[in-house]
T-cell receptor
Framework: EDKVVQSPLSLVVHEGDTVTLNCSYEVTNFRSLLWYKQEKKAPTFLFMLTSSGIEKKSGRLSSILDKKELFSILNITATQTGDSAVYLCALGGKLIFGQGTTLQVKP | DTGVSQDPRHKITKRGQNVTFRCDPISEHNRLYWYRQTLGQGPEFLTYFQNEAQLEKSRLLSDRFSAERPKGSFSTLEIQRTEQGDSAMYLC?????????????FGPGTRLLVL
C-alpha cells in the first residue's frame, strides 16, 4: 500500500533559521510528489516534483526528490513568522498525504 | 475569485441528520476530488470524478456517503444519518488531468461538527 511518512512531526525555530522537512514514501507506481502549505485553512500548493523535475525552487523555499532512496526534502531558508504552518507532502494522483510537519517560527 | 469554492464553510448538525456539501471547481478543470481531514492528520482521499463520471471511491467511504457531479461542473457530497465520527473538515480539490503533471488546487473546506 502506498504510504508517506513525514518528519519531524513538529519543529520550533527562530526567525532567520534554516529548516529542512523530510518526506519518505513507498509507492507502487510513482507519478509525482507534491508539497503543500496549510495555515488553518485549505492546503495551498507549493511544489510538484516528477521524474523529469527533481529539483524546484521558489524564493526562500526549495525542494528536491530522490527517487532512488524514495524521499524528498523541503528547505526553507531565512525563516519568517509567516512561514508558520503545517507542511504536507503527498504522492500524486489521488493524493496520499503524510501526517504533516507543524512548523512554528518564533520572532 | 476563480479558485475552488465550497459551501457551506461550517455546518453543525445533530447525529442522525443528513447533510449536503457543495463544491464548485476551477472552471475547465475536468477532475474533482473530495478529501476528509481530521485534526492533526493529513487529508484522506474519499472519491474523485473525471467530468461527470465517478472513477474511484475509497474504502473509507461508507454507504452513508454519496457524491455526484451531474453535469461535470459542481459536485455535491451527501452524508446520510450522520455520526459523531463524521466530524471533520471536508475538502474539495480540482485539477486538469495531464498525466504526471496533474496539480490539485483545494477549496477552503467545509467544517462539519456532528453533535
Amino acid at each position: 500500500e502506498d504510504k508517506v511518512v513525514q518528519s519531524p512531526l513538529s519543529l520550533v525555530v527562530h526567525e532567520g533559521d534554516t529548516v529542512t522537512l523530510n518526506c519518505s514514501y513507498e509507492v507502487t507506481n510513482f507519478r509525482s510528489l507534491l508539497w503543500y502549505k496549510q495555515e488553518k485553512k485549505a492546503p495551498t500548493f507549493l511544489f510538484m516534483l516528477t521524474s523529469s523535475g527533481i529539483e524546484k525552487k521558489s524564493g526562500r523555499l526549495s525542494s528536491i526528490l530522490d527517487k532512488k532512496e524514495l524521499f524528498s526534502i523541503l528547505n526553507i531558508t531565512a525563516t519568517q513568522t509567516g512561514d508558520s504552518a503545517v507542511y504536507l507532502c503527498a504522492l500524486g494522483g489521488k493524493l496520499i498525504f503524510g501526517q504533516g510537519t507543524t512548523l512554528q517560527v518564533k520572532p | 475569485d476563480t479558485g475552488v469554492s465550497q459551501d457551506p464553510r461550517h455546518k453543525i448538525t445533530k447525529r442522525g441528520q443528513n447533510v449536503t456539501f457543495r463544491c464548485d471547481p476551477i472552471s475547465e478543470h475536468n477532475r474533482l476530488y473530495w478529501y476528509r481531514q481530521t485534526l492533526g492528520q493529513g487529508p484522506e482521499f474519499l472519491t474523485y470524478f473525471q467530468n461527470e463520471a465517478q472513477l474511484e471511491k475509497s474504502r473509507l467511504l461508507s454507504d452513508r456517503f454519496s457524491a455526484e457531479r451531474p453535469k461535470g461542473s459542481f459536485s455535491t457530497l451527501e452524508i446520510q444519518r450522520t455520526e459523531q465520527g463524521d466530524s471533520a473538515m471536508y475538502l474539495c480539490a480540482s485539477s486538469i488531468w495531464r498525466a504526471e503533471e496533474e496539480t490539485q488546487y483545494f477549496g477552503p473546506g467545509t467544517r462539519l461538527l456532528v453533535l
